[in-house]
């Protein structure tokens, strides 16, 4: 079957500028017949997921020097998966990471199943990251669809349905370009455009390797499409975490329950977050100070309001609620963001050590 002449113009321009990737195997290498690992597009694709690749690429770097493959990832105890991951976000992402580990290392001899469907059984794997596995690390045909694959194919064909109501015709557009030949680097080439060129705002269309076939510039419209559907706004929650340090320095701290937000990250003990007034009880009998200090973060779907109360107590003192960290061994940045947001806004307010 002919390929259609924006793969081939595509093709082209990614054997010339795509990006340098520490997970990539290069257009070069690819003709060289290198293959990509599977192991590190894998592991690549579930640390992008809501992320970007400027603050992936020193993660990815970490996690394959402690972990080089899926048998060493899926022995890794998850506290030390779970403190590297610190910082990441979407921690959920971190639970599946070692889900998905232990089933390919336990079922499938440490081999990563090969199609979209056989990746789809595991852990953690969505259609997004099925697709972008099957089709990178195996050169299987896929269409892969994220929101740079969307937003140069709604540019491409000047689709003005706005999102989410037009990903099916988006799909259906980005699969009649993807070829039999090499799918993987040509899915690489569209996201490569999309990240470099057809970004969001302020579109390169003057140095668009597809310019020519682009709907969207000859109408005038690239920079306003993809169309989105106005989204409705996040609530606010409220809550309290409780910090309290010991007169030997040594930090309270509890892992949080494995399912939910921040699910098994260390953090502060703190009251559920509702969008009436917090309650609960301290996790440790002391004199609890409010330095009117709050920590504001945003989720997915909604905003967070969290006050800090800070206390100093006895090295006696018996907690009800988590465990306290000795001083030498307590790591802020092993805290998930929201939780070294607080520990940053309340340090100031404790004696010095």
Known sequence: MARHPITDALSDWYATHARD??????????????????????????????????????????????????AALAAAEDAAVMAEWAGLGYYARARNLLACARVVARDHGGRFPETEDGLLTLPGIGPYTAAAIASIAFDRKATVMDG?????????????????????????????LTPEDHPGD??????????????????????????????????????????????????????????????DGAWLLETRPPKGLLGGMLGWPGTDWTESDPAGTPPVEADWQDPNLEVRHTFTHFHLR??????????????????FVPKHEFRPAALPTLMRKAFDLARPAFQPD
């Open 306 to 323: 969290l006050a800090l109360r800070i206390a100093t107590v006895p090295d006696t003192a018996s907690p009800t609620r988590g465990h």
């Open 148 to 176: 740079n694959v969307e937003r140069v194919m709604a540019r491409l064909h000047a689709i003005e349905t706005p999102l989410p109501a037009a990903k099916p015709e988006l799909k259906t557009r980005a699969a009649d």
């Open 21 to 70: 990737l520490p997970w990539r195997v290069g257009p070069a290498e690819r003709r060289a017949g290198v293959r990509p690992d599977p192991y590190r597009i894998w592991l690549s694709e579930i640390m992008l997921q809501q992320t970007t690749v400027a603050a992936v690429k020193a993660y990815f770097t970490r996690f394959t020097a402690l972990w080089p493959d899926v």
């Open 186 to 247: 040509h899915a690489q080439a569209v996201m490569d455009l999309g990240a470099t060129i057809c970004t969001p705002r302020s579109p390169a269309c003057g140095i668009c390797p597809v310019l020519h076939h682009c709907a969207a510039r000859k109408a005038g419209i690239a920079a306003d499409l993809p169309r989105k559907t106005p989204k409705t706004a996040k609530p606010t929650r409220h809550g309290i975490a409780w910090i309290a340090r010991r007169e």
